[in-house]
T-cell receptor, first 119, second 113 residues
Framework: SQTIHQWPATLVQPVGSPLSLECTVE??????LYWYRQAAGRGLQLLFY??????ISSEVPQNLSASRPQDRQFILSSKKLLLSDSGFYLC??????????????????FGAGSRLTVL | GQSLEQPSEVTAVEGAIVQINCTYQ??????LSWYQQHDGGAPTFLSY????GLEETGRFSSFLSRSDSYGYLLLQELQMKDSASYFC??????????????FGKGTSLLVTP
């Protein structure tokens, strides 16, 4: 079965500090990977997506970056956090080819999320 | 540009039926999905419509009309545990973009006794 792990679950960071959020997927290969951000009481904003190792597409210009060093690893980073970076960050994956979750390739499966507070 | 519109809040009584509408504007369209999110949790997949018509999964049904750029989620026999936020999401991009989803702002459903 496929699982997605995301960490840390919660973090409080000062303005100007760096950030690294990590996401890994198990039980699948060549997944599409995504980073979303959700501000309090708001919808999900797509930040980055990746269709393969080293392939990153950015949706919103900002001080965040993403990397995919391995097939099933997706990292969200920042060199200097801003107050506006606070939010709930969600990693998600979509199966491709034969490696799809229950429900098929139309399903986006989310990790448990990382709640970031920038002070 | 792209936009998705859905009501911000809906309240319904336990055992009743509720319909959450979603209208969208998008340059590309590969399907409409619905996700449920409980407070503090991650969104979970409910349904997907790639073609016009009704899809039924237990107490939940979803409908799509591509010509009207409109869809809805129908929840029957409401239970207290159905209190959550519900998001419609458009798959506006193709395989080269990983079929990335654009989400609406969500509808907060409150089920009362």
């Amino acid at each position: 079965s496929q699982t997605i792990h995301q960490w840390p679950a919660t973090l409080v960071q000062p303005v100007g500090s760096p950030l690294s959020l990590e996401c890994t997927v198990e039980g699948t290969s060549n997944p599409n990977l995504y980073w979303y951000r959700q501000a309090a009481g708001r919808g999900l904003q797509l930040l980055f997506y990746s269709v393969g190792i080293g392939q990153i597409s950015s949706e919103v210009p900002q001080n965040l970056s993403a990397s995919r060093p391995q097939d099933r690893q997706f990292i969200l980073s920042s060199k200097k956090l801003l107050l506006s970076d606070s939010g709930f960050y969600l990693c998600a994956w979509r199966g491709t080819g034969l490696s799809v979750p229950t429900g098929g390739a139309n399903v986006l499966t989310f990790g448990a999320g990382s709640r970031l507070t920038v002070l | 540009g792209q936009s998705l519109e859905q009501p911000s809040e809906v309240t319904a009584v336990e055992g009743a039926i509720v319909q959450i509408n979603c209208t969208y504007q998008t340059s590309g369209f590969y399907g409409l999905s619905w996700y449920q999110q409980h407070d503090g949790g991650a969104p979970t997949f409910l349904s997907y419509n790639g073609l016009d018509g009704l899809e039924e999964t237990g107490r939940f049904s979803s409908f799509l009309s591509r010509s009207d750029s409109y869809g809805y989620l129908l929840l029957q026999e409401l239970q207290m545990k159905d209190s959550a936020s519900y998001f419609c999401a458009v798959r506006a991009r193709g395989p080269d973009s990983g079929y990335a989803l654009n989400f609406g702002k969500g509808t907060s459903l409150l089920v009362t006794p």
